[in-house]
């Protein structure tokens, strides 16, 4: 943190804040106040419903209402012998027993939250606000006793609206992300959450989606007011560092830990499945609108991760570290590989029900991962231009120790490359408009942007832009993108290998999307792809869920001269035709022959 940083959490924690917290309780609010911010929280419905700031000596509205800030949920039950369970879906507390922990210090919060046939978790929430601070902290502990029945869990958040519209004029995401909020009146709904404004734009929260790893401070902002939801650790997320999901639309603040976007998957429990986990804590931050400032907090929050003051039993806060080198056996390590601690036996991209670690490595293959929860895990690389990804399993974390794991890696190869289109990292960011693909019915795009549809030549073409981010399941002239390339001789007898990572799929119709793959004209396979997420309807460049596919094909399909392989959906539509659009996102693409 730079000097200016640091002078900026030096002067927000000075002005003011000092004050002694202040606690009162009575039959229907508990009341907290430390100089700084002053909240209400409702005993009946377990949400705050007022959350006010000091300003000029003056108490400012941020958020007064039933929905100043809370948490919900959304699962589905399992089966419960036949029997219909009533109120599927969201799930909010309803007179939760509350115990209020106060000191001149801090005062917290707890709300205990029983059970429900609709909702087979007890929960735990916290709140907790301390001396100094311009903003408190949440977290939830959601368990599921042995004794309950199965359950899926989908989505838990905390949520906060804000009350004073006209004070937020931006959302701020990122440092390239900042966004004026159009108040343009709605004139038509087009989808969910999703609508047309009458100034003629199009206003989606999936414009806002971002990348949970990367995005550890955002909020919304004005010339004298910033809300950020501030996060010093990303570990309690689900799908590790390439989930996605929203962030903040319209006056909504979402903190969202687990959600099953994007393709990621749920928490699943067993009926007789002892299962507990803690999702933050989190920060609400309130300020004068500052985005140097609220990064600067961010940091702050990060070096004091694990909080040494969380009460709940099953959060970590003796840690361990993982640090080491990775290299590919005979090839130069490349940077930006990730590095990811989770559990065996199953993706980590599609994992839930745990903890994840991760870091990125640097050009020499190092990497160091901190603040780990002791315990045995599976290690990842993921990304570096390889299709299939590395695991080693057992990996042992102790407290207050370093683990050292050095990782040779054995690229998968199967023959000599001929070409490649794009990188094997699990993203079609690189490819054209995978830039820009946080916008609402991207594919409108394509037939202006390749009215011919897409024609690449090996050597001469650009991947930035001569290759679309998203092949959608309509065309402008042929519903085929072609793959253009010379061959100075005819290959040797034996076989070719075309290798296909896809970072997205969703069907036009029906269960799969068929793409069909043919070598000079010959149909060398129909690829059936599961629906992976909604990338293309949520704006994004990838799914969490990615599809490998290896096609082996004889090599005599090839000759001296000119090449090309076709890749066509089978449910393709003209451009302007009738029907649903779907896609398939291409990660990369590696042809190769021989031995």
């Known amino acids: 943190m730079d000097l200016r940083a640091i002078g900026l959490v030096l002067i927000g924690a000075a002005i003011g804040f000092a004050a002694d917290v202040r606690a009162v309780e009575d039959g229907t609010e508990i009341r907290l106040d430390n100089g700084a911010v002053a909240l209400t929280f409702s005993k009946e419905t377990g949400t705050f419903t007022a959350i006010r700031r000091y300003r000029e000596g003056k108490l400012q509205d941020v958020s007064v209402g039933p929905e100043a800030y809370y948490w919900d949920s959304n699962t589905e039950p399992a089966d419960a012998g036949g029997v219909e369970v009533p109120n599927k879906g969201y799930f909010r507390p309803s007179r939760p027993a509350t115990k209020l922990i106060a000191s001149t210090e801090a005062a917290e919060i707890v709300a205990n939250v029983a059970h429900t046939a609709a909702f087979p978790f007890d929960v735990e929430l916290h709140f907790v606000l301390r001396r100094g601070d311009s903003g408190f902290y949440a977290y939830a502990v959601v368990r599921h006793p042995a004794g309950l029945p199965g359950a899926t869990f989908h989505q838990t958040r905390f949520v906060s609206k804000t009350s004073v519209p006209e004070e ?94 994007f393709g990621a998957s749920p928490v699943e429990v067993a009926a007789g499945q002892a299962w507990s986990k803690v999702y933050g804590p989190v920060f609400t931050y309130i300020n004068d609108g500052s985005w140097d400032d609220a990064k600067a907090r961010q940091k702050l ?127 079609a960011a690189e490819f054209r408009n995978g830039d820009n693909a946080r916008q609402f019915e991207m594919f409108k795009r394509y037939p202006a942007d390749f009215p011919e549809d897409v024609t690449y030549t090996i050597g ?39 290798t296909i990572g896809f970072a997205s799929a969703q069907p036009a119709r029906g ?51 000119a090449n090309e392989i076709t890749l066509g959906h089978a449910d393709a539509r003209p451009e302007g035709g009738a029907g649903p659009v779907g896609q398939v996102m291409y990660d990369a693409l590696r042809l190769e022959v021989g031995k």
């Open 301 to 427: 929050e990060a070096s004091r991760w694990p909080y040494e003051w969380v009460t709940a039993p099953e959060y970590q806060h003796a840690r361990g570290t993982v640090s080491g080198t990775w290299k590919l056996t005979g090839e130069q390590a490349r940077t930006g590989a990730w590095v990811v601690l989770a559990q065996p036996g199953s993706d980590w991209t599609r994992q839930s029900n745990g903890y994840e670690f991760w870091a990125r490595t640097g050009p020499d293959g190092r990497f160091t991962i901190r603040n780990v929860i002791p315990g045995r895990y599976t290690l990842y690389v993921s990304g570096a231009d390889q299709p299939e990804q590395f695991a080693r399993d057992g990996v042992e974390v102790a407290a207050r120790r370093t683990t050292t794991v050095n990782v040779d890696w054995a690229p998968v190869h199967h023959g000599r490359i001929v070409w490649q289109i794009g990188t094997f990292d699990r993203t």
């Open 511 to 561: 269960a799969l999307t068929r793409l069909q793959v043919k070598v000079n004209g010959k149909l060398i396979e129909t690829i059936g792809l599961p629906k992976t997420g909604t990338a293309g309807y949520r704006g994004s460049m990838q799914d969490s869920q990615y599809n490998l596919r290896v096609l082996r094909f004889d090599v005599g399909l090839l000759h001296a001269g």
């Open 168 to 261: 937020l004029t931006e959302f701020v995401i990122g440092d390239e992300r900042v966004r004026n909020i159009n108040r343009s009146e709605v004139t038509q709904q087009l989808a969910d959450a999703t609508f047309l404004l009458a100034d003629g734009t199009v206003k989606t929260k999936y414009q806002n989606s971002s990348y949970w790893a990367e995005t550890l401070v955002y909020g919304s902002a004005g010339k004298r007011l910033g809300i950020w939801s501030i996060t010093a650790s990303p570990e309690y997320h689900n799908g590790g560092p390439l989930k996605q999901g929203q962030t903040v639309h319209d006056n909504v603040l979402l903190r969202v830990m687990q959600s099953v976007h």
């Open 460 to 498: 001469k073409s650009d991947p930035a832009k001569d290759w679309n981010y998203a092949q959608w399941a309509l065309y402008s002239k042929r519903p085929v993108w072609t793959i253009r390339f010379d061959m100075a001789d005819a290959p040797e007898p034996g076989e070719a290998t075309l």
